[in-house]
């Protein structure tokens, strides 16, 4: 498990020593080193509560442990809302933690919802992401702002700002709006 999660966080800081951990060089040192600073003793095991453990110790990251290749068998969802996910799959045949590279891939699904971290294959709706361009967090109704360019209202002064610098597709919202327009 320290191991995967010391694998994991490499990767996602697309540290050049990802390669030679994964191959299982120079890891002991950074293995003490999380155990001593997290102050888990594995020892006494290898799941929930010591995963609970980590994820109280690494709060830049979230932890999320699948049981299995099923995406509705989640482990571990940690509570917190950093954009930089530890994705691991426990494999309790062997009782060992792997790293997931490839989510998807590994989920068998086409997409991944940004705002539930669901994953999906054809219609998902969420309600932590912005119905009119999917950014996240989703935009409140506060004061309606229209743009004259796509001519589309928008939620707030946010969501309209949000809607000229996401991408759909490489387009920005606001031209992808004007493309679809122009095709039809």
Partial sequence: ???ALIIATVRVNVDPIYQSYRDGEGLKKPFEDLLKASGVDL??????????HFQDHLSDYQ?????GLNTDRDMFIGNSCSAKKLHLLYDQDNEHYNVITNL???????YTCN????????????DKVCSLFTATPTCTKDQTKDCSTCNRRLLNEKCFQNHLTVKVKGKLVCQWRQVCRNCS
């Fill in 1 to 3: 498990m320290a191991y």
């Fill in 43 to 52: 020892s006494n095991g290898r799941g929930v509560e010591e995963i609970r």
């Fill in 63 to 67: 932890i999320i442990v699948f049981d």
């Fill in 104 to 110: 998807k891939g590994a989920m068998a699904k086409k």
């Fill in 115 to 126: 705002g539930c971290d669901t994953l999906y294959d054809f219609g998902h709706k969420c």
